[in-house]
């Protein structure tokens, strides 16, 4: 049997998790790589863009010839000729002269500035005023001005966002290597529970929660849910299920099943599953003190606490980072947008000696963010929907007063936005 740990702080359980080593690369068409962490850097294979083009409506001209140019004294120039979009330019701009350019279109040979439209006036027989000088380069892009051709675009572990897509599109890219998102088993442990759908349910049974909830919670960080089930409590049934969990998912999550009570036996299933690593076995935090991390190999195996509040702020404090890092994001790299400051409406009390992890709805007033604590037991489903995250009280902090700014851990989407 694999010997019990030392229970870990929850700093120490996310420096484990900070080394864990991402998936193997695939390539995907660029029309599904929103979302999905680079496996390689990216550089530009050309410029953009890769011609002269206007970025405004207007006249292309040589700017010497507006120089001085005011509405009292305007410039006068013939307009000889005209650019279309998505066309090469045709004709060259000479000595006095303007031609129409649109916002996009080519530069013609000649032309070093665009005049905007506004600052201008037909006078007739093919003549504008110009009212405003120009100098050279004004509303133009030269070629690379936006994007040079082998410059670095992203790195390795980079999320992709839609317009980080957009980008990509630019430079010609219509496929990308990124990391496999993660195969994740849902396993749901206990004799007394039952599926959702049951009615009457019988005293002593509950209906399920943890599966339903985990599986949407897999899926907010960018994993793929796959098998589901209830299993009853034997130590056999249970490492029949993880066994074969474990043949085509990357990761199983087992909820319930996780404390040291005698009919709690995650502990007991690692011991029949060959190569099983215990990594943590608890974790000074509360609620989820009875929380396990094994290795198998390259796969992962959580025991989760099986009270759904307790299962839903582990997996958000720890096994959403495992599967970010599963997909390859980098933590230096990966924008900080999931959690967010607020100042706590209510005084928040806690209990010495283990950290606090304690739900918050968030409200806003008068432009200030305020966190409400949400207090009851981890066993009280209605807390799961009430609450938008939960604040940290460290171990040697007893409780915060009202009006203390907070991070608040955000449950929900994984961002990956900026």
Not at 338 to 346: E, G, K
């Amino acid at each position: 049997m694999p010997e019990f740990l030392k229970v870990k702080t929850a700093e120490e359980v996310l420096a484990l998790v900070d080394r864990i080593a991402p998936l193997g690369e695939e390539t995907v068409p660029l029309e599904e790589a929103a979302g999905r962490v680079l496996a390689r850097d990216i550089h530009a294979a050309g410029d953009v863009p890769h011609f002269r083009r206007a970025v405004m409506d207007g006249y292309a001209v040589r700017a010497r010839d507006t120089f001085g140019a005011t509405e009292s004294l305007p410039a006068l120039l013939r307009v000889g000729g005209e650019v279309f979009m998505g066309k090469p330019a045709e004709v060259v701009v000479g000595p006095g002269e303007a031609v129409i350019v649109p916002t996009g279109g080519a530069i013609p040979e000649g032309a070093d500035a665009v005049v905007m439209v506004e600052y201008t006036q037909e006078v007739g027989d093919g003549t504008i005023e110009v009212t405003r000088p120009v100098a050279p380069g004004d509303n133009i892009l030269e070629p690379g001005d936006d994007i040079a051709q082998g410059s670095p675009l992203f790195r390795a572990g980079w999320p992709l966002r839609s317009q980080d897509v957009g980008v990509l599109a630019a430079v010609g890219l219509r496929s990308v290597p990124v990391f496999r998102l993660p195969r994740v088993a849902i396993l749901s442990t206990g004799d007394e529970i039952v599926s959702p759908e049951t009615d009457p349910v019988p005293v002593g049974k509950i209906r399920d929660i943890n599966t339903f909830v985990l599986a949407a919670q897999v899926r907010e960080a960018g994993g793929l849910p796959g098998l589901r089930r209830v299993v009853p409590d034997d130590p056999e049934g249970l490492a029949a299920e993880c066994r074969q969990a474990l043949t085509d998912h990357d990761v199983v999550l087992l909820s319930g099943g996780s404390s040291v009570g005698a009919r709690d036996y995650t502990v007991q299933v690692l011991d029949r599953l060959s190569g099983a690593e215990l990594l943590v076995h608890g974790v000074a935090i509360r609620p989820g003190k009875p929380t396990i991390l094994a290795r198998l190999g390259a796969k992962l195996l959580w025991g989760l606490p099986g009270q759904p509040a307790s299962a839903m702020i582990v997996f958000t404090a720890f096994v959403r980072p495992s599967l970010l890092r599963l997909q390859g994001v980098n933590p230096a790299l990966r924008p900080k947008t999931h959690s967010c400051r607020a100042v706590l409406r209510r005084n928040m009390p806690s209990v010495h000696g283990r950290a606090d992890y304690i739900r918050v709805r968030l409200l806003e007033e008068d432009g200030t963010v305020w966190a409400e604590p949400v207090f009851g037991g981890s066993a009280m489903i209605s807390s799961l929907s009430q609450a938008d995250g939960y604040v940290i009280v460290p171990e040697h902090v007893e409780g915060y007063e009202a009006g203390t700014p907070v991070m608040v851990h955000l449950f929900g989407m994984e961002t990956l936005t900026a």
